[in-house]
């Protein structure tokens, strides 16, 4: 299998503007992570997926924040509009809902800049 | 709510030597897992090691191994003959209802 994808890996854009981060999970996996990693918070989560439907989104920092999955191979995380501040490493992450030894799988990371 | 602390923001060692990260806890939970997660500087967050709560028995993943005092909530990692590809920052987590906690990582640097 080829892990958790998540694309782009580094992403510019300036204040203001909307952005998308992508991510599809590992096949057979029920369960979708999305983190935020700061180097003043740390890894945080942010909202997570069973079976599609979002399961706990209080992580999520504040309403230009919103997070999707249309179906079991594909989630977004798009910002709109963007500050500064949402400058950060954002983690796409899966595992099995039952089963798996609850491990889970980490993408490589979108590093977002906002200028 | 639970969280996890590391008391070392950076260690080091002598590659071929052994190191151990310190890792606690606070739960009222009884049944949990624990993990350390290694990040590279190619920012991969790789599974290192698990633990669950309910067994004694410590987990051991080749040169990597824990010690898990339940009843003190600490989790270290033993590292064994380090070697320079160990050189990251390490994570400890706490996992329950699927949500995973971090602590704030441990760089760990490896002197040759």
């Known amino acids: 299998d080829a892990g958790v994808i998540q694309s782009p890996r580094h992403e510019v854009t300036e204040m203001g503007q909307e952005v998308t981060l992508r991510c599809k999970p590992i096949?057979?996996?029920?369960?979708l992570f999305w983190y935020r990693q700061t180097m003043m918070r740390g890894l945080e989560l942010l909202i997570y997926f069973n079976n599609n439907v979002p399961i706990d989104d209080s992580g999520m920092p504040e309403d230009r924040f919103s997070a999707k999955m249309p179906n079991a191979s594909f989630s977004t995380l798009k910002i709109q509009p963007s500050e500064p501040r949402d400058s950060a490493v954002y983690f796409c992450?899966?595992?099995?809902?039952?089963?798996?030894?609850?491990?889970?799988?980490f993408g490589a990371g979108t590093r977002l800049s906002v200028l | 709510a639970q969280t996890v602390t590391q008391s070392q923001p950076e260690m080091s060692v002598q590659e071929a030597e052994t190191v151990t990260l310190s890792c606690t806890y606070d739960?009222?939970?009884?049944?949990?897992?624990l993990f350390w997660y290694k990040q590279p500087p190619s920012r991969q967050m790789i599974l290192v090691i698990r633990q669950e709560a309910y067994k004694q028995q410590n987990a051991t993943e080749n040169r990597f191994s824990v010690n898990f005092q339940k009843a003190a909530k600490s989790f270290s990692l033993k590292i064994s003959d380090s070697q320079l590809g160990d050189a990251a920052m390490y994570f400890c987590a706490y996992s329950r209802a699927q949500k995973l906690v971090f602590g704030q990582g441990t760089r760990l640097t490896i002197n040759p």
């Open positions: 739960t009222s939970e009884s049944d949990y897992y």
């Open positions: 096949s057979g996996h029920n369960s």
């Open positions: 992450a899966s595992r099995p809902t039952t089963g798996g030894r609850n491990i889970q799988y």
